[in-house]
């Protein structure tokens, strides 16, 4: 080995390019110092984490379109590899107009940390547009789309980097980035994307797969600090794909849900809410607001409910320093990316609530795209039963080792969570050795 390996150099950490460095702790930043909190914990593979600390590759392009009335808009686009040591690139799209490189960036970084976190073969990628997809015709997007996946082409495929759904994208637009791969590579490839409709080579069970996984880590969690999940009240901030499933299946498990927010409001029954007449509702009025079977609340009280268990399924940044405080709940899972706050994380650990990271609690989606591709490359598709329980026993085993690691070191499941993924990327790395 060179003498010079310890001297910091182009390319240590001194020399982080400056897109690359946290000047804030937006969520890049956020990422960077998640992994200056497990790099004690990595032993020899603490040679290694400077690969952690930048995306393998970032792909910035432009998005060129024709609008209706006949101008011609400009769109960002980025697809960022952030490390495909374990496996090619994986995770999704996001069209949003504060979408922004160093946003993409970390989100690739915490699809990297998911993917090892339950032990699926792939990388972490991640993908966006900035625009408001809400201000285009269909035709408009569908453009837009077709335009962004052939920008793309060059770094996405079966074998290479998958993306899938996520913020304001969904099967029509997966349809629509399949077909355009397709046709540029001159064959269908169903397994460029996950989150198709099933017609199109998607999986049975991939709707309902992340709130299956957080309902799953929910259950193990309760099992270990001896909480009983018959009569547990639960409370449930976002109740669409996520938060919505997760709700169902604590119900049916004779879990009481008696909080739900949304967009359209916040509800509460002390008793329970009937929460298939819930989602009924849900589904034909856009949201949960003005349902009959319970009284509606005041917004900022929804933190302070009496819970056990709270889920945060909607958005990020919603539980922080300013009402962290006021959570009751033993249990917190999350089912969105990125809830907690660091600071609010800091508060909840004081109190001796347990936080279930969303890089293992809501792992189920992609576990189940995994799943979806293995199909579409065998061109054999299973069971929604086989899904759901290949499904769960990868939560189970998953949550299983986090829970141990947390134990031995005695840090937060995050942090424990952090650990064991990075040690399973650095030590793939480690093992494949540098190119050249
Ligand atoms: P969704 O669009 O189906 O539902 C979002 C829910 O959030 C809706 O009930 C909506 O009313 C609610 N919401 C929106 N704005 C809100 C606000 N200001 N206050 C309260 N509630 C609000 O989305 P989803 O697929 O359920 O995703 C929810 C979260 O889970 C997101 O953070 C997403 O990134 C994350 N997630 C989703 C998946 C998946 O497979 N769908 C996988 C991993 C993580």
Same mark, same amino acid.
């Given at each position: 080995?060179?003498?010079?390996?310890?001297?910091?150099?182009?390319?240590?950490?001194?020399?982080?390019?400056? &897109?690359?460095?946290?000047?804030?702790?937006?969520?890049?930043?956020?990422?960077?110092?998640?992994?200056?909190?497990?790099? /004690? &914990?990595?032993?020899?593979?603490?040679?290694?984490?400077?690969?952690?600390?930048?995306?393998?590759?970032?792909?910035?392009?432009?998005?060129?379109?024709?609008?209706?009335?006949?101008?011609?808009?400009?769109?960002?686009?980025?697809?960022?590899?952030?490390?495909?040591?374990?496996?090619?690139?994986? %995770?999704?799209?996001?069209?949003?107009?504060?979408?922004?490189?160093?946003?993409?960036?970390?989100?690739?970084?915490?699809?990297?940390?998911?993917?090892?976190?339950?032990? @699926? /073969?792939?990388?972490?990628?991640?993908?966006?547009?900035?625009?408001?997809?809400?201000?285009?015709?269909?035709?408009?997007?569908?453009?837009?789309?077709?335009?962004?996946?052939?920008?793309?082409?060059?770094?996405?495929?079966?074998?290479?980097?998958?993306?899938?759904?996520?913020?304001?994208?969904?099967?029509?637009?997966?349809?629509?980035?399949?077909?355009?791969?397709?046709?540029?590579?001159?064959?269908?490839?169903?397994? !460029?994307?996950?989150?198709?409709? !099933?017609?199109?080579?998607?999986?049975?069970?991939?709707?309902?797969?992340?709130?299956?996984?957080?309902?799953?880590?929910?259950?193990? #969690?309760?099992?270990?600090?001896?909480?009983?999940?018959?009569?547990?009240?639960?409370?449930?901030?976002?109740?669409?794909?996520? =938060?919505?499933?997760?709700?169902?299946?604590?119900?049916?498990?004779?879990?009481?849900? @008696?909080?739900?927010?949304?967009?359209?409001?916040?509800? &509460?029954?002390?008793?329970?809410?009937?929460?298939?007449?819930?989602?009924?509702?849900?589904? #034909?009025?856009?949201?949960? %607001?003005?349902?009959?079977?319970?009284?509606?609340?005041?917004?900022?009280?929804?933190?302070? !409910?009496?819970?056990?268990?709270?889920?945060?399924? #909607?958005?990020?940044?919603?539980?922080?320093?300013?009402?962290? =405080?006021?959570?009751?709940?033993?249990?917190?899972?999350?089912?969105?990316?990125?809830?907690?706050?660091?600071?609010?994380?800091?508060?909840?650990?004081?109190?001796?609530?347990?936080?279930?990271?969303?890089?293992?609690?809501?792992?189920?989606?992609?576990?189940?795209?995994?799943?979806?591709?293995?199909?579409?490359?065998?061109?054999?598709?299973?069971?929604?039963?086989?899904?759901?329980?290949?499904?769960?026993?990868?939560?189970?085993?998953?949550?299983?080792?986090?829970?141990?690691?947390?134990?031995?070191?005695? @840090?937060?499941?995050?942090?424990?969570?952090?650990?064991?993924?990075?040690?399973?990327?650095?030590?793939?790395?480690?093992?494949?050795?540098?190119?050249?």
């Amino acid at each position: 080995m060179s003498s010079h390996a310890s001297t910091p150099a182009a390319g240590s950490a001194h020399t982080l390019p400056s &897109y690359l460095q946290a000047d804030n702790l937006g969520p890049w930043g956020i990422y960077l110092q998640q992994v200056d909190r497990v790099t /004690p &914990y990595l032993g020899h593979l603490a040679r290694w984490v400077e690969t952690l600390k930048r995306p393998k590759r970032a792909l910035i392009v432009d998005v060129p379109i024709e609008l209706d009335n006949g101008t011609i808009a400009h769109f960002e686009g980025y697809r960022v590899q952030h490390n495909t040591s374990r496996g090619p690139g994986k %995770g999704g799209v996001r069209f949003h107009q504060d979408v922004t490189l160093s946003e993409v960036m970390a989100l690739s970084a915490w699809m990297s940390i998911k993917n090892a976190a339950v032990n @699926v /073969p792939y990388g972490g990628a991640k993908g966006g547009i900035r625009v408001d997809p809400k201000t285009l015709s269909m035709g408009e997007l569908e453009r837009l789309t077709r335009r962004y996946t052939s920008e793309i082409g060059i770094i996405i495929g079966p074998t290479k980097d998958i993306p899938a759904p996520d913020v304001n994208t969904n099967g029509q637009i997966m349809a629509w980035m399949m077909d355009t791969y397709s046709m540029n590579v001159g064959a269908t490839a169903t397994g !460029v994307v996950t989150g198709k409709p !099933v017609d199109l080579g998607g999986s049975l069970g991939r709707v309902e797969a992340t709130g299956r996984g957080v309902f799953t880590v929910g259950v193990e #969690a309760a099992k270990l600090t001896g909480l009983a999940i018959e009569g547990a009240r639960v409370a449930v901030q976002g109740f669409g794909n996520v =938060g919505g499933t997760a709700g169902k299946l604590f119900a049916e498990a004779g879990a009481k849900v @008696v909080a739900v927010q949304d967009h359209t409001g916040t509800i &509460y029954n002390g008793k329970g809410l009937d929460v298939p007449a819930l989602l009924t509702h849900v589904k #034909a009025n856009g949201g949960v %607001g003005g349902f009959a079977g319970a009284d509606s609340m005041n917004p900022g009280e929804f933190w302070g !409910v009496d819970c056990e268990i709270l889920i945060p399924a #909607a958005l990020e940044g919603q539980i922080t320093k300013d009402n962290a =405080g006021k959570i009751k709940a033993k249990l917190v899972i999350e089912g969105a990316n990125g809830p907690t706050t660091p600071e609010a994380d800091d508060i909840l650990h004081d109190k001796g609530v347990l936080v279930l990271p969303d890089v293992i609690a809501n792992a189920g989606g992609v576990t189940v795209s995994y799943f979806e591709w293995v199909q579409d490359f065998s061109s054999f598709f299973w069971s929604e039963d086989e899904i759901n329980a290949r499904l769960v026993r990868i939560m189970q085993e998953a949550f299983a080792g986090v829970w141990q690691v947390a134990q031995e070191h005695k @840090v937060s499941l995050r942090t424990a969570t952090f650990i064991v993924a990075c040690q399973r990327i650095l030590h793939a790395r480690e093992m494949r050795g540098l190119y050249p």
